[in-house]
């Protein structure tokens, strides 16, 4: 079993530009998985995580709703923000500077093959994140992410969730808000979930900014723990 995951940070760079990267990337080890079927042979299957920071942007999964965009497209360019519908899981989604997104393309039957479990992980990867800051962080109980206050009238969420899975390989994944103009969730209904809030880490720290680069490297950290695998930077 190849537990390496290959490690990139893409920067800031355009939505539509990374989805169809990890398309490829995904397309990549799915082909060789049913070579590998058809053949016989054992050809090994790579991992990858990408980081990545997004322009304004907002993504409806394949079972979203439209409407749970508030804005219309001339609003969307006076915002300065795209829109995609896209095919991952979950509903509707803001991306923008300021979130670091992870994206992780993983040959799951390296580590397991249990897409419960998968999503558990990467939320755990967060929780021990944020609980590194000195935040108590959580699941809630029905819906998929990281919440502070779950349970509670105060609940926010600051963490989203959303993934594809074909032959046991991932893609899409994680997007934490870390120092997020939360303006930008005003024009949706986050997730479909209505009455419940978003929050940022430099909001919930009381700080004008995060260091994100040392956010990435506590992620990293956890996932690795986790997963019980190996980074190397590419």
Request: proline share 3%; aromatic share 10%; net charge negative.
């Amino acid at each position: 079993m190849n537990k390496t995951i290959q490690l990139q940070d893409l920067g800031l760079q355009d939505y539509k530009t990374t989805w169809e990267y990890q398309e490829e990337i995904f397309k990549g080890i799915v082909d060789l998985k049913i070579q590998n079927r058809r053949e016989g042979t054992n050809l090994e299957t790579p991992n990858y995580f990408l980081f990545v920071e997004h322009p304004h942007v907002y993504t409806l999964g394949k079972s979203g709703d439209l409407e749970n965009l508030l804005l219309n497209e001339k609003q969307l360019e006076a915002k300065g923000a795209t829109f995609y519908k896209i095919n991952r899981g979950g509903d509707i989604t803001y991306h923008g500077p300021g979130q670091i997104v992870g994206y992780p393309i993983l040959d799951l039957e390296h580590f397991f093959t249990d897409i419960h479990k998968y999503l558990r992980f990467l939320e755990e990867s967060i929780i021990l994140t944020l609980q590194e800051y000195g935040l108590e962080c959580g699941r809630s109980e029905g819906e998929t992410g990281v919440w502070l206050g779950a349970g509670t009238p105060f609940a926010r969420k600051i963490c989203a969730l959303g993934v594809r899975a074909s032959r046991w390989v991932t893609m899409h994944g994680l997007a934490l808000n870390v120092n997020v103009d939360l303006g930008y969730f005003d024009n949706i209904i986050p997730c479909g979930i209505r009455g419940k809030a978003v929050t940022s880490l430099n909001v919930e720290l009381g700080v004008e900014k995060v260091d994100e680069a040392e956010v990435k490297a506590k992620i990293v950290k956890h996932f690795t723990q986790l997963f019980e695998a190996e980074f190397v930077a590419k």
